[in-house]
């Protein structure tokens, strides 16, 4: 098993930026791919970004490209999303969850998933 811990939430101005870790347990760490989400209340869990085991590979949802970078670190088992440039449509619940397999954007492709960090924008 793995366990995921979201962490770096809090509120932020527009144009400003946050950086949320997403810490594993567990020596598998280093062999899995992350993924990102965020949910808004009323709304589904939608993708965000993704990041293989080794970080040779990177995807994002199209309205966060050239704002938000994943990166990890697997010596520290930890996972990032560098989130700059932030908008009032950023605001959600982000959570980060390890993938197991099928389309990368998609909830039903990972099968742990963290508790969530509230990041909220305000202009």
């Known amino acids: 098993q793995v366990q995921l811990v979201e962490s770096g939430g809090g509120s932020v101005q527009v144009g400003g930026s946050l950086r949320l870790s997403c810490a594993a347990s567990?020596?598998?760490?280093?062999?899995?791919?992350v993924g990102w989400f965020r949910q808004t209340p009323g709304k589904g869990r939608e993708f965000v970004g993704f990041?293989?085991?080794?970080?040779?590979?990177?995807e994002y949802r199209d309205s966060v490209k050239g704002r938000f970078t994943i990166s990890r670190d697997n010596a520290e088992n930890t996972a990032y999303l560098q989130m700059n440039s932030l908008k009032p449509e950023d605001t959600a619940a982000y959570y980060c969850?390890?993938?197991?397999?099928?389309?990368?954007?998609?909830?039903?492709?990972?099968?742990?998933w963290g508790q969530g960090t509230q990041v909220t924008v305000s202009s």
């Open positions: 990041i293989d085991w080794n970080g040779g590979r990177t």
């Open positions: 969850a390890a993938y197991r397999s099928g389309v990368i954007y998609s909830i039903s492709s990972y099968n742990y």
């Open positions: 567990g020596r598998t760490f280093r062999r899995l791919d």
